[in-house]
């Protein structure tokens, strides 16, 4: 039976690391996933679990630990956030091109600078593009979910590609929620002990991990993870529909809210969905209108047909980036998901905001708002303001006053 617990997100994280007992975590403390491995230390410490705790000079020793762990055979895990990830780059691609399942719980916070202790997704998405399988959490629930989840995934023979477990700094990682947590001996089955095939370790087997791979084998290699990125995608709802046997709670690429009749949608990562939700909802109850939401669970691998295939009969679509990508007319997702309607030749107008950087609030009237302009693209069939921010506080020339008559959001 399922115990009822009040934790906050960091907590969350802990606590499946707990239940899960990997058997190596180095890490380098830094706001705000700093908590992560102070619990985990704490369990250590009072002989919960014998997970070997490694305290390293840096967030580039902690990944570079971490990789020789998992090379040697050990289950090895990490987290960070925000610059300490930066910090870890290059080691994110030795990671990934090593086909190494490790699990980093990564608490989203900007990337400076300015300096910024807040949540966006600067830090995630600079790394969308490492090989990283990335997968994303609304609640504090969700986050334990995930990660509970992350191993099963990493680990799979098809995939062996390392998973980043992403929060939104402070808003889920602090904040507490209500959260069913699964008993420890279900969790442990769930995720298996680890079995590594290949590993420096191992007596009966000589092998090297990083080697130089000169012209003739370095293709090769990247066209071998693309493979594993894809097949990672069944794999990922083969983990999804064992977790809910096992727990009720269902999973997929995405969450669709209210998008059975929807005619307008916005698409999301991370837990301003909340927020948006509770738009929907007084929304459809006070008017009416038909409005729906797409919440990305996984961002990597990128669900292209199947979020296509969510937009296809809506008439207009605001994609909303917690990140700048500095592009002529959109963020990381808006790339994304306007690739995919492209390539399925979706006809809904379509339109890229930005918020939240930088922890900057958004609020159930500005998803109001937001929906509002989404009627005005669909009927006008004109996109004004594609590259807008959400809440930027600013003065309003007599021109842009105009625009925002056209389709351009209130500032």
């Not at 969308?128 to 399988?133: A, L, V």
């Not at 959260?179 to 092998?207: Q, R, W």
């Amino acid at each position: 039976m399922a115990i009822r617990e009040r934790l906050s997100g960091n907590e969350a994280v802990a606590y499946a690391i707990k239940q899960i007992n990997p058997d190596v975590m180095p890490a380098f403390p830094i706001t705000p996933s700093t908590e992560i491995p102070q619990y985990v230390a704490n369990y250590i410490a009072n002989g919960e679990i014998d997970t070997e705790f490694i305290h390293v000079e840096s967030e580039h020793s902690a990944m570079s630990a971490t990789i020789g762990a998992s090379a040697a055979g050990a289950r090895a895990i990490t987290a960070t956030s925000s610059c300490g990830m930066a910090l870890m780059w290059e080691e994110l691609y030795v990671a990934a091109s090593n086909r190494l399942p490790i699990v980093l719980a990564l608490v989203n916070r900007a990337l400076s600078g300015p300096i910024n202790i807040n949540a966006d997704h600067s830090d995630s998405m600079g790394a969308r593009d490492t090989g990283w399988i990335q997968i994303y959490a609304e609640s504090n629930q969700e986050v334990y979910d995930n990660f509970i989840q992350a191993f099963p995934i990493a680990e799979d023979k098809r995939v062996h590609l390392p998973v980043m477990v992403c929060q939104d700094g402070f808003i889920t990682s602090h904040g507490v929620e209500n959260i069913l947590l699964e008993e420890d001996d279900k969790v442990k089955h769930f995720v298996g002990a680890y079995e590594p095939e290949h590993y420096l370790l191992n007596p009966n087997e000589k092998m090297a991990v990083g080697p130089y791979a000169v012209s003739n084998y370095y293709m090769e290699t990247k066209r071998a993870q693309r493979e594993a990125m894809i097949q990672a995608k069944q794999v990922i709802l083969e983990v999804a529909a064992k977790f809910e046997e096992l727990t009720g709670r269902k999973y997929s690429f995405f969450e669709a809210y209210q998008m059975e009749d929807a005619e307008y949608a916005v698409v999301i990562i991370g837990s301003a969905a909340g927020t948006c939700k509770a738009a929907i909802d007084e929304i459809r109850n006070t008017t009416g209108k038909k409005v729906g939401l797409i919440k990305i669970r996984v961002f990597r691998p990128f669900p292209e047909e199947e979020i296509a295939a969510a937009l296809s009969k809506v008439k207009a679509v605001a994609i909303m980036d917690r990140s700048e990508m500095f592009a002529a007319t959109s963020g990381p997702l808006g790339a994304e998901v306007r690739a995919a309607m492209y390539q399925a030749r979706c006809n809904a107008e379509t339109v890229n905001y930005f918020y939240g950087l930088g922890g900057r609030d958004i609020t159930v009237s500005d998803f109001k708002t937001v929906y509002e302009n989404l009627e005005k693209i669909a009927d006008t069939k004109t996109v004004t303001g594609m590259y807008d921010y959400i809440g930027l506080r600013r003065r309003r020339s007599v021109e842009e006053s105009s625009s925002k008559e056209h389709g351009g959001l209130e500032a």
